[in-house]
């Protein structure tokens, strides 16, 4: 599994995503599932990973033009007009990805599915972010739906509905992000530390704060243990139940 | 979907379901899903069912001995020596019940699967708490996992292993599994109110406090718009992240 989050705020953009990977849970590794393109002054753009590893592996580096020389690569993912052409083709390459793969082997998409957030600015374009299909089609986040999750989602939703605010600093957002993974390290073995953790700014166009966070970072310390203890407090401030009433 | 939990306290058992069933998104219906037998001073206990609905109703019926004449009826569920016992008459109905179901038509157990959690006291033992699997095979809850969660249990998770302590009321209990229910119902749809909550007082061998909770009762009211503000101001009484750290 993954956990992955991809954050609209007034500000910018928040992502974060976890390393491990795990087939069964007798083999686990780490990777990182967040790749960055930037050109500054021009786009800045990342992308979330979740799903078979070999797909999400082999888009980035068709997206990367890897299977070229190194002095002839001429990333298209660099050279697309607009955020809703990146995605596009960010789409067309993962469906690509999975056809090849499901092509006179195995059948079922779904063993070679993979699903991407992409976030970022290209200039004189907005801020814009991104959730891509296995299919290649893609939606767009808006202010209903400010945020996307991928991978194990469920556990750390509930805080990021209720304490999600668009006007939010990046450092605010970093701590919802913080504490909607730990909810989600504590009951799900297949999300694992370290975690990724990247800040975009509206119309900086350069590549943003970044920060990778391992099991002795002292601020995730602070949040996992004061997280416990916040809720029992919030918890305990609720009336309890009267069975007269 | 559906979303149950069994919780075992020093003090005895507490039961929550929610009643929603669903065949597709546009198919929802309103069915109980807890169920009691009790012989006053001899035996209480009471099942909570996920799963297939025909399932989970065939099994109710023939536990109940729905197949003979009301006169003739002797059920086994109010006859057997040991709760151990009990769960094992429950594990052997599901089972036949799918295997039943499975004959001769379509195949797969996982269509007509059901999965269920058995709690409560027979005299001269002590209160138990089973979690019966499709299969027909079942654990125990203990001292290290003290409650069983049936159905959509992510969302719900994070709340009940913080929160839960082994010597909380049942007052205290029934607020947790609120809270509990209330994140689940925000985020899935197939979880659905009214609820139904019951507690089992360990040695009292009698039906136990019930109440139906819909989504006009002030204490369910009380508690979704206060856990709101609470886990805000919880979330604020965190320390910000500090990029500079």
């Not at 304490?163 to 999300?191: G, I, Q």
């Amino acid at each position: 599994m993954t956990y992955c989050v991809g954050l609209r705020l007034n500000r910018g953009l928040v992502f974060m995503s976890d390393t491990r990977t795990n087939a069964g849970v007798d083999n686990i590794s780490t990777f990182r599932k967040m790749y960055s393109w930037v050109k500054p002054g021009e786009r800045a753009l990342t992308l979330l990973s979740a799903g078979n590893l070999a797909t999400t592996q082999a888009v980035v580096g068709m997206l990367e033009e890897h299977s070229k020389a190194a002095d002839e690569r001429n990333p298209s993912i660099l050279e697309t007009p607009s955020m809703f052409q990146t995605a596009r083709l960010v789409g067309d390459t993962v469906k690509e990805v999975i056809r090849m793969a499901a092509e006179g082997g195995q059948k079922g998409e779904s063993t070679f599915g993979a699903t991407f957030i992409l976030g970022g600015q290209i200039k004189g374009g907005a801020t814009r972010l991104f959730l891509i299909y296995p299919e290649g089609n893609f939606i767009e986040a808006t202010r209903d739906t400010p945020f996307f999750q991928i991978g194990e989602h469920k556990y750390g939703k509930p805080i990021i509905v209720r304490a999600y605010d668009p006007d939010m600093s990046f450092e605010e957002a970093a701590k919802l992000l913080l504490v909607s993974f730990d909810s989600t390290l504590r009951s799900n073995l297949s999300v694992g530390l370290p975690l990724d953790m990247q800040f975009y700014e509206d119309g900086s166009l350069k590549q943003g704060f970044e920060r990778r966070i391992d099991q002795n970072d002292p601020y995730y310390r602070t949040i996992s243990d004061s997280w416990s203890d916040a809720l029992k407090t919030a918890f305990a401030s609720l009336p309890p139940f009267d069975p007269r009433a």
